[in-house]
């Protein structure tokens, strides 16, 4: 990582957010913000989210990669909305530019060599889940980083269910770390290194945008 004094002198400033983003990938391979969207873009981004959702544009969602899906309702049960990055709208936008402040963040820092990003809209009716896995395939392993961007409103309640459980590595064993889909949160973690699931929503609706930071 670079220090401080020479990203200043670089003309590029250091931001502590983003600092600790890096610093927690590097002790424990994941990261939670809470405050990586403010309250007005979360809004604008859930506004979009149920207009499309509501206009019928999402489908149900499939495992595998773009070659070899499969829609199995007991692997998981979401419908998602890609978000093509030339046709976002105002919302979608916000999202990618601080994304992209990310990724440039990353790249100057750590030298990550992220050149790609892909991104979806997913909603998560009461009753569905999606199953222990990992972010990867046998055929593209591009995928670095996963990023979840939760978008419910103040209301959702621990007890809706629809926790993404991380499994970490542990001294006695794994251990199996619940997180839940607070509004704004955003959790960061290796796609290739961490095994992860959602467990299944009790009530209302999981709503989120889903993606990943890729490589060469």
Not at 125 to 132: A, E, Q, V
Not at 194 to 206: Q, S
């Amino acid at each position: 990582m670079l220090s401080g004094k020479v990203l200043e002198q670089s003309g590029f400033r250091e931001e502590p957010l983003f600092e600790r983003i890096i610093e927690d990938l590097s002790v424990q391979r994941y990261s939670i913000s809470d405050h990586f969207f403010n309250d007005q873009a979360v809004t604008l981004l859930r506004d979009s989210l149920l207009e499309k959702y509501e206009d019928d544009k999402f489908r149900k969602s499939a495992i595998g990669d773009h070659f070899n899906e499969q829609v199995i309702k007991s692997v998981r049960g979401d419908f998602i909305h890609w978000i093509p990055e030339g046709q976002a709208g105002p919302a979608e936008q916000i999202f990618f530019d601080r994304i992209g402040e990310l990724i440039t963040y990353l790249n100057r820092t750590c030298f990550m060599g992220i050149l790609e990003r892909e991104f979806h809209y997913a909603v998560y009716p009461k009753g569905t889940f999606y199953l222990r896995h990992l972010d990867t395939f046998r055929n593209d392993d591009r995928r670095k980083l996963s990023i979840v961007c939760y978008l419910n409103d103040d209301s959702w309640d621990p007890a809706n269910g629809g926790e993404l459980t991380l499994y970490l590595p542990g001294e006695d064993g794994e251990v199996a770390m619940d997180i839940y889909p607070l509004p704004g949160r955003v959790v960061i973690f290796e796609s290739q290194v961490l095994e992860h699931e959602v467990k299944p929503v009790k009530a209302g609706e999981r709503y989120s945008i889903t993606g990943w930071l890729k490589t060469r």
